[in-house]
């Protein structure tokens, strides 16, 4: 099933809002896994630049913490790394041993970098993985709704990754907007509007969430 990812071809420019995720199929510490199967539910695939690296096994102990809260509202995670599937596992057991919690989700494994690739999250000529810190939000139909990247030294925040997806979830029912720093329960924004007379507020209209 590995060898399905070195069919994806390299995307002719960066991904963007609004484009379809590429899909793959590859080998991940949970079973052989294809993109397409998350459909019809939110995911969040995110990258990392290696195994057993300080940053990233405290992202997978966050992660593997929170994992219930992204399941409730109904968004399955799903990591990668250019390492071995055999690493990952050996990974895996280490966060287990070190933190006292399994990792609940799927981390994929991408030695040939052609998931990366496909992702734009390396470079056209890259030989390593040294810059791959991404996070893709993929709504259910496959859509890639919001993008982040952050550098090899500075993690990630898990708490903005779920707020991310409830303000997208909130914001595609269509009626509102969401805020700066917006949570469920919050106050929404209304559309745009054109100015009305003596509304001084057309541009900036809160309104309590229904």
């Given at each position: 099933m590995f060898e399905a990812m070195n069919d994806i071809a390299p995307l002719p420019r960066p991904l963007r809002l609004g484009d379809?995720?590429?899909?793959?199929?590859?080998?991940?510490?949970?079973?052989?896994?294809?993109?397409?199967?998350?459909?019809?539910?939110?995911?969040?695939?995110?990258?990392?630049?290696?195994?057993?690296?300080p940053v990233c096994t405290s992202e997978f102990i966050a992660l593997a913490?929170?994992?219930?809260?992204?399941e409730a509202i109904d968004c399955a995670l799903l990591g990668l790394s250019v390492d071995s599937l055999y690493s990952h596992v050996a990974w895996m057991r280490a966060i287990r041993e070190l933190a006292g919690i399994e990792v609940p989700f799927p981390v994929v494994?991408?030695?040939?970098?052609?998931?990366?690739?496909?992702?734009?999250?390396?470079?056209?000529?890259?030989?390593?993985?040294?810059?791959?810190?991404a996070t893709f939000f993929i709504d259910p139909e496959g859509v890639v709704r919001a993008?982040?990247?952050?550098?090899?030294?500075?993690?990630?925040?898990i708490e903005e990754m779920?707020?991310?997806?409830?303000?997208?979830?909130?914001?595609?029912?269509?009626?509102?907007?969401?805020?700066?720093?917006?949570?469920p329960?919050?106050?929404v924004l209304l559309p745009p509007?054109?100015?009305?007379?003596?509304?001084?507020?057309?541009?900036?209209r809160l309104r309590p969430d229904a």
């Open positions: 379809p995720a590429p899909n793959f199929t590859a080998r991940t510490t949970r079973g052989d896994v294809s993109l397409d199967q998350y459909r019809g539910r939110w995911l969040v695939f995110f990258s990392h630049p290696a195994d057993f690296t913490h929170a994992a219930p809260a992204f494994e991408d030695p040939s970098m052609a998931v990366g690739h496909a992702y734009g999250m390396l470079d056209a000529d890259a030989t390593d993985s040294a810059a791959v810190r993008i982040n990247w952050y550098p090899m030294n500075v993690g990630r925040s779920l707020r991310t997806v409830q303000a997208l979830q909130r914001a595609t029912k269509g009626d509102a907007l969401t805020p700066a720093g917006w949570h329960g919050d106050d509007a054109l100015p009305v007379d003596g509304e001084a507020d057309w541009f900036h």
